[in-house]
């Protein structure tokens, strides 16, 4: 008999035609969010120059969670760094956002924001075009997007050119200040030593636009005479709204009024599919805003363990979000996830979290369920790859990880979600294929590869959650 990680490598085998099938897609779009991630490391030395330009951060008075002046920001570092935990504040202020532009600057620039990284991935696997929204576009932040040809925003004149090449000189960078500190570092504060019990960062972000879900107009008209076919829409970035805006709107607004555009593209697009992702909103408002808008709207959701919990939690599904948060394995999820696959009417839902990704897909969906498997391997290898190398940007990374054994929790994780559901629709064979099929939808599982002492982790859930969708649509065998 195969033991079960030799069946998983044979499952495995498709990946490198699934890969190359990537170039048989003509179009993806990538909306709505783009920005610029800062990183910066903050060390004792660099934070007492700060401490020195500014004084001491308690002085005067204090705005909770937001950065106003460049008191604010040493403040919430402070917060961070003392506590060692991770958190956002806004920059309200732009002379504020120029301080730091000017005194702080960064080590290094990356892509960030859900729409850029997906495009990125998306242009690097080969899909024919891919088109790129970014509500602000300099130089600054064209130069993070992969020197690809088929990778398209729209630049200044209204056309689609080649991402990284365009420069809107009348777009002001949107910039998220990674500010990273070390377990064990000291620092002097008013007198006071503080010393770092946690490795973490502290995130301070000038990003006007996205979080308004700014929607360039340029971007929408150009859409309207793109004549090629639209085969996947990734929607992104409605996690930085707020029941109430800056500007006196409403998210809601915000959310309808894309909804309207996406749409229109839809019309004359019938192989179009729509996929969200439901990223982690800290608005509870919002977040259900976004549950029963995307609802028998889209055709796909991704999410992780902690954002299916959120949606529980604002659907007044207490008891499954306990559940889910009590013992995060596949077997205490599936429920949750069920019930979110149920109520929603999202054709299909992908669930990953770490070891084990989960789709639920209604019967009759556009890819089988062997598709299905195979664009969920082929996401697992991608991300092992960037995991591994740290970047994913050339060709030649993309199968650093292909022919890796699953991992060990991942293999307990499947037979886990095996065992479960075997007790809810009888005998299967899950364990070996990773698909179950009942009368109404399919459950498709994939145990990953898991990389030990990753380099890098920013946009594992954006790559898995498109190249799961986008993989699954080979058409060569």
């Known amino acids: 008999m195969i033991d079960l990680y030799t069946r998983w490598l044979e499952n495995y085998e498709s990946v490198p035609r699934c890969l190359a099938s990537l170039q048989d897609?003509?179009?993806?779009?990538?909306?709505?969010?783009?920005?610029?991630?800062?990183?910066?490391?903050?060390?004792?030395?660099?934070?007492?120059?700060?401490?020195q330009k500014v004084g001491s951060p308690f002085a005067g008075g204090e705005t909770p969670n937001e950065i106003a002046s460049s008191r604010d920001l040493l403040r919430g570092f402070l917060e961070c760094f003392e506590s060692g935990i991770a958190q956002e504040w806004l920059?309200?202020?732009?002379?504020?956002?120029?301080?730091?532009?000017?005194?702080v600057g960064y080590d290094q620039l990356q892509m960030g924001g859900q729409g850029g990284i997906i495009a990125n991935v998306m242009a690097v696997c080969g899909i024919r075009n891919v088109l790129v929204h970014a509500a602000s576009l300099p130089n600054q932040q064209s130069k993070l997007f992969v020197d690809a040809d088929n990778l398209l925003?729209?630049?200044?004149?209204?056309?689609?050119?080649?991402?990284?090449?365009?420069?809107?000189?009348?777009?002001?960078?949107?910039?998220?200040?990674?500010?990273?500190?070390?377990?064990?570092?000291?620092?002097?504060?008013?007198?006071?030593?503080?010393?770092?019990?946690?490795?973490?960062?502290?995130?301070?972000?000038?990003?006007?636009?996205?979080?308004?879900?700014?929607?360039d107009e340029n971007f929408a008209r150009?859409?309207?005479?793109?004549?090629?076919?639209?085969?996947?829409?990734?929607?992104?970035?409605?996690?930085?709204?707020?029941?109430?805006?800056?500007?006196?709107?409403?998210?809601i607004d915000r959310i309808r009024a894309s909804k309207a555009l996406v749409d229109r593209w839809r019309q004359g697009q019938e192989r179009l599919i729509v996929h969200f992702e439901f990223a982690s909103t800290q608005d509870r408002v919002v977040r259900r805003q976004l549950y029963e808008e995307m609802s028998h709207w889209a055709d796909s959701m991704g999410l992780n363990e902690q954002e299916l919990i959120d949606i529980l939690e604002v659907t007044d599904q207490d008891q499954l979000a306990a559940a889910c948060q009590g013992s995060i394995s596949a077997d205490t999820l599936f429920p949750g996830l069920l019930w979110v696959f149920e109520n929603s009417g999202i054709p299909r839902i992908q669930l990953h979290f770490f070891g084990?990704?989960?789709?639920?897909?209604?019967?009759?969906f556009r890819h089988t369920p062997r598709q299905t498997r195979d664009g969920m391997a082929l996401a697992a290898t991608i991300a092992a790859a960037k995991a591994c190398t740290g970047s994913i940007e050339n060709q030649e990374d993309l199968l650093a990880a292909a022919g890796q054994r699953i991992g060990e929790v991942s293999a307990r994780e499947l037979c886990a979600l095996a065992s479960?559901?075997?007790?809810?629709?009888?005998?299967?064979?899950?364990r070996e294929t990773g698909i179950l099929e009942t009368e109404e939808f399919d459950v498709v599982a994939l145990p990953t590869i898991i990389v030990k002492n990753p380099l890098t982790l920013v946009g594992m859930g954006d790559t898995i959650s498109s190249l799961s969708l986008v993989g699954a649509s080979r058409t060569r065998d």
């Not at 084990?356 to 009759?364: A, D, S, V």
């Open 222 to 251: 150009a859409m309207e005479s793109y004549a090629r076919g639209l085969d996947y829409c990734m929607l992104s970035g409605y996690q930085m709204l707020s029941e109430d805006l800056a500007d006196g709107g409403k998210a």
């Open 356 to 364: 084990l990704y989960i789709t639920l897909q209604k019967k009759g």
């Open 25 to 51: 897609v003509e179009t993806v779009i990538s909306v709505f969010n783009a920005n610029i991630d800062a990183v910066r490391k903050i060390n004792p030395g660099l934070f007492s120059e700060l401490l």
């Open 420 to 430: 479960h559901l075997e007790a809810r629709f009888g005998p299967g064979d899950l």
């Open 91 to 103: 920059i309200t202020d732009q002379e504020t956002y120029r301080w730091l532009d000017e005194n």
């Open 153 to 215: 925003s729209v630049a200044s004149d209204g056309r689609f050119r080649k991402a990284c090449t365009i420069h809107r000189e009348d777009d002001n960078p949107l910039i998220h200040w990674i500010l990273e500190f070390n377990s064990g570092d000291t620092i002097c504060v008013d007198g006071r030593e503080i010393t770092c019990p946690k490795s973490n960062r502290f995130i301070a972000t000038w990003d006007p636009l996205n979080f308004r879900l700014a929607i």
